[in-house]
Every structure is written in structure tokens, then in C-alpha cells.
């Protein structure tokens, strides 16, 4: 059984940062990336950014470029976003994903049906 467990979703100020991390646990699974994706309410998912777990390449939505990246932890086994410069449009929950598909080349999964476990999502609310 593979979990996904995000943390550190909150209330922030237009301007200001957060930090979400996923801690993957589970024995017996591969995985090729790791994502962030996020859905606001009567929006439909999207995604927000992916790592390819071994090399660590990362890959962006043009919305959160130069401000969101994306780094992973091998020990920890653990993803992290951090957000900076945030907007009110950034409020959503957001969602862990991890895929187990293979990719070559500088291909990547950004569709949600390319991903195989989600975690439970973490709310994040930017206030105007």
C-alpha cells in the first residue's frame, strides 16, 4: 500500500510563501516522478509541477514559473513545493501525485490519468 501525506497548506498574504511537502511511504512500488498538482473550486485539476524522481529534472506550469519550485528528498523520501510570490489565483488544494510510468527524453507526465497514487490534498488560501 503506497500513502501519500502533504503538509504544510495554510492562510497566506498576497506576496507572502509557503512550503508543501509529501512524504511517500509503502513498500514494493516504483515510481519515475513525483508531482504537485491543485484544483480550485468548480475548476477542474491541474498541474502545477513534476520531478523526475532519479536525475531530479523538474518541469513547470507557465503560471507558477520562477515562482514555485519543486526538489525532492531521496533519503527522506519526501517532495517538496515551495511557493513564493503568491497570488490569490493560487488558492486551491493541492494534491501529491506519483507516477509509475516511464518517460523518456525530456518527456514528462502532466496529465492527472498519468499519475497512479494521490495523496489527500492540503488546502492553501492566498488572501487579497
Known amino acids: 500500500q503506497v500513502q501519500l501525506v502533504e503538509s504544510g497548506g495554510g492562510l497566506v498574504q498576497a506576496g507572502g510563501s509557503l512550503r508543501l511537502s509529501c512524504a511517500a511511504s509503502g513498500r514494493g512500488y516504483v515510481r519515475s516522478f513525483m508531482g504537485w498538482f491543485r484544483q480550485a473550486p468548480g475548476k477542474e485539476r491541474e498541474f502545477v509541477s513534476t520531478?523526475?524522481?532519479?536525475?531530479?529534472?523538474?518541469n513547470y506550469a507557465d503560471s507558477v514559473k520562477g515562482r514555485f519550485t519543486i526538489s525532492r528528498d531521496i533519503v527522506k523520501n519526501t517532495v517538496y513545493l515551495q511557493m513564493n510570490s503568491l497570488k490569490p489565483e493560487d488558492t486551491a488544494v493541492y494534491y501529491c501525485?506519483?507516477?509509475?510510468?516511464?518517460?523518456?527524453?525530456?518527456?514528462?507526465?502532466?496529465?492527472?490519468?498519468?499519475?497512479?497514487?494521490w495523496g489527500q490534498g492540503t488546502q492553501v488560501t492566498v488572501s487579497s
Open positions: 501525485a506519483a507516477s509509475r510510468s516511464f518517460y523518456s527524453g525530456s518527456t514528462y507526465p502532466k496529465e492527472s490519468t498519468e499519475y497512479d497514487y
Open positions: 520531478i523526475r524522481w532519479s536525475g531530479g529534472v523538474t
